[in-house]
């Protein structure tokens, strides 16, 4: 057989006739004629075609699950999407926390500043030594020239706070409204859509006690205003306010972005709070 092949090889290009004697009955005799080229061309393509077969119903069957891998990349694709989301939310609830935080605390030292004593000795034996005060810190300067900045005690002591902030006012943007107050899902503010580079005015007169950048609202500004009123702007392009800074109603504290995760498209998302608790903004500025 295998000389056989070999000289079939060799002629591969020729008509070779084939003849088969029977052994029991040597007169007898059958003659092929074929061309070994066309017949090696038919056996080569019907084991490429068998294999692509055998491959294919693999693939579709159960056992190409262990084969081609096919679930495990699929589940390795949704853990590494849902660990993504879950980096993301924790990141926004850490952010919420210390607004909250920072919004409270500022609101709580605000209101104790119009309290002082004049301690007695009788005083200090009852309730102890009053604890010397915390100094002062004093935060980056604003890159506006000629903005007044303040100092930690002089923000708790400013005159800003001693007016009132009145309502209804304008939008910090003009835009159109794209996204409503929604506390039930972690939405506690509305979102307005702009051009990007779209200046962004602070609704009220107020100091800035933060102004910083985080993965998820890109750069933000917060601002403290009378009456227990704080206003939280987010997605800025640029912000062109420090902590520490006055503003007054009416002045540019940044631009229209979408910077952070949670940003989708050019906005600003834009939030109202008093004594730490949210409102509806919708109810407070003229929203078209």
Same mark, same amino acid.
């Given at each position: 057989m295998k000389s056989l092949l070999k000289k079939l090889l060799e002629r591969r290009r020729e008509e070779v006739t084939l003849l088969l004697f029977d052994d029991d009955n040597p007169h007898q005799q059958d003659s092929y004629t074929l061309k070994p080229g066309k017949l090696f061309a038919l056996l080569g393509a019907l084991n490429v075609a068998v294999l692509l077969l055998v491959l294919l119903l693999l693939y579709v069957t159960p056992l190409? /699950? @262990? #084969?081609? $891998?096919? &679930? $495990?990349?699929? +589940?390795?694709? *949704? =853990? =590494?999407? +849902?660990? &993504?989301? =879950? #980096?993301? #939310? %924790?990141? *926004?609830l850490q952010a919420r926390d210390q607004q909250l @935080?920072?919004? %409270?605390? +500022?609101?709580?030292?605000? *209101?104790?500043?119009?309290?002082?004593?004049? /301690? /007695?000795?009788?005083? $200090?034996a009852v309730y102890g030594e009053p604890e010397p005060d915390p100094p002062s810190i004093t935060y980056r300067i604003s890159q506006v020239p000629g903005v007044q900045s303040l100092k930690w005690d002089q923000i708790i002591h400013s005159e800003i706070f001693s007016g009132e902030t009145r309502f209804p006012v304008e939008p910090p943007v003009t835009g159109t409204l794209t996204g409503t107050y929604q506390p039930d899902v972690g939405h506690f503010g509305i979102d307005i859509a702009a051009r990007k580079g779209t200046d962004v005015r602070a609704v009220a007169d107020g100091v800035v006690v933060s102004s910083e950048w985080t993965i998820n609202n890109g750069y933000s500004v917060h601002i403290l205003h009378a009456g227990g009123y704080a206003t939280i702007y987010k997605h800025f392009l640029e912000v062109i306010y420090r902590a520490g800074d006055v503003v007054r109603k009416g002045d540019v504290i940044g631009k229209v972005g979408e910077t952070g995760l949670l940003a989708s498209g050019p906005h600003i998302h834009f939030e109202l709070w008093k004594n730490g608790i949210s409102l509806d903004p919708q109810y407070y500025i003229n929203v078209n």
């Open positions: 190409g /699950t @262990y #084969l081609f $891998n096919k &679930e $495990n990349r699929a +589940i390795r694709t *949704s =853990v =590494v999407q +849902i660990h &993504e989301r =879950v #980096l993301a #939310l %924790q990141d *926004s @935080y920072d919004i %409270q605390r +500022i609101i709580r030292e605000r *209101s104790d500043t119009v309290f002082a004593i004049n /301690t /007695t000795p009788e005083w $200090n």
